[in-house]
């Protein structure tokens, strides 16, 4: 699968140089990163310049036996839609849904919200099954509801999707694997196409884990400056 992504953010994958310059605009570290990629299934993570967009591919092998989501009879494919969509109100608080037929597959287009750490985190995620896999294309805002410009901004990428033949000795990587599933083009600013085989969903992403590792840092070092202090 093919996609492209906006000029000028910040684009992390699984197969980055430690010195990448992604991780210094970010303050992460390859290490972290790729710790957390591969407990949440994630395959690529693209920041926007100004730090309150994220776009996530992610996926897992799908258990339902399907191989595409858009080539099953209608009565399934609504069955499998609704089934995205149930698992997904398990979660978050979902204000919308729609099917989305794209150029190569059939998408299940959610609006939801999740709290985290008392800060909330809206969110619009494409969810489909083609190649085997269950595939998800997420973006979370951190500054508040989906704006139309954000929106039309994951639009364009899902317009840009071009999905590829996976060979039938391929086996797609379940949640977590750390197996390469793709190739990495570019890392930080242009116009930015990712070449991945299988993909998965996700939630939180890297803005959200620097920011709940920052507040823990805080945490500790306030703490240990007032056991510092005389008579604490």
């Known amino acids: 699968m093919t996609l492209e992504l906006p000029d000028g953010w910040t684009v992390f994958t699984r197969e980055m140089d430690p010195g990448d310059k992604a991780f210094e605009v970010m303050g992460a570290d390859k290490q972290t990163v790729d710790e957390f990629f591969r407990e949440s299934g994630i395959y690529l993570d693209a920041v926007s ?3 309150t967009l994220e776009i996530a591919v992610s996926g897992r092998k799908n258990t339902d036996g399907i191989s595409d989501l858009s080539s099953l009879p209608e009565a399934e494919k609504q069955k499998k839609l609704g089934a995205i969509k149930d698992t997904l109100a398990q979660n978050y608080t979902v204000t919308s849904s729609s099917q989305f037929d794209f150029k190569q597959a059939t998408f299940l287009c959610t609006d939801m919200s999740a709290s985290l750490n008392d800060e909330t985190i809206y969110i619009r995620e494409y969810a489909t099954v083609i190649n085997g896999s269950d595939v998800a294309v997420t973006m979370c805002s951190y500054s508040g509801e989906l704006t139309e410009e954000s929106k039309e901004i994951l639009s364009g990428v899902m317009e840009s999707l071009v999905i590829t033949e996976v060979p039938e000795q391929y086996e797609a ?17 242009g116009s930015w196409v990712w070449d991945v085989i299988a993909g998965v969903t996700v939630l939180g992403c890297i803005i959200y884990l620097i920011l709940t590792s920052s507040k823990r840092k805080a945490a500790e070092k306030r703490d240990k400056e007032g056991k510092e202090q005389p008579g604490a």
């Open 173 to 189: 990587p379940a949640a977590g694997d750390a197996r390469k599933a793709g190739r990495s083009q570019g890392i930080l600013g």
């Open 49 to 51: 310049e100004d730090k």
